[in-house]
């Protein structure tokens, strides 16, 4: 299976816990896209990188949540100190060229704090 | 900010029955791309357009947007029971890499 990969599919864990998701792009894109998504909402940007670069980051973003993409292919999101506000369906995407084109989104992490 | 609206919220209809969504900007688009995302999946491009008034179709579907590339439909025909999920159009604004997705419309389709 080519398509974007995320792990763990689902992560339940307890308030004030740190938490880390993995997301494996497709391998020739260098766009990267972090979305979160809850019950009901569109998916929410968070950041973006091309390559290694995070290029742009939302500013609803909380310092509490850092992502990564050091070597230009898998990406990784890490949230500190987890809130029960947390909990939602972290998506990624990856699409291939600069310049506007489609996303190709990932099955997504489904994170419930407790 | 930017801001994408979608209406309705929620479809049902009957299989066979026509369908449409709408999609409206607060601010003027770069594109419109739509999704769509089955109950437990995840969303799955559909179609992107760019041009002013542009038309799309893929077989029972038909994209437009709008002149001041404000706005968007889609409109499905004859509806089916693998239509159902939530589409979702999304937008970006200026070079902003950030795509920007409506709340979506949730389609059922009572066979």
Known sequence: ?114 | GQQVMQIPQYQHVQEGEDFTTYCNSSTTLSNIQWYKQRPGGHPVFLIQLVKSGEVKKQKRLTFQFGEAKKNSSLHITATQTTDVGTYFCAGHQGGSEKLVFGKGTKLTVNP
């Open chain 1, 1 to 114: 299976d080519t398509g974007v990969s995320q792990n763990p599919r689902h992560k339940i864990t307890k308030r004030g816990q740190n938490v880390t998701f993995r997301c494996d792009p497709i391998s020739e894109h260098n766009r990267l896209y972090w979305y979160r998504q809850t019950l009901g909402q569109g998916p929410e940007f968070l950041t973006y990188f091309q390559n290694e670069a995070q290029l742009e980051k939302s500013r609803l973003l909380s310092d509490r949540f850092s992502a990564e993409r050091p070597k230009g292919s898998f990406s990784t999101l890490e949230i500190q100190r987890t809130e029960q506000g947390d909990s939602a369906m972290y998506l990624c995407a990856s699409s291939l060229q600069a310049g506007i084109t489609e996303a190709f989104f990932g099955q997504g992490t489904r994170l419930t704090v407790v």
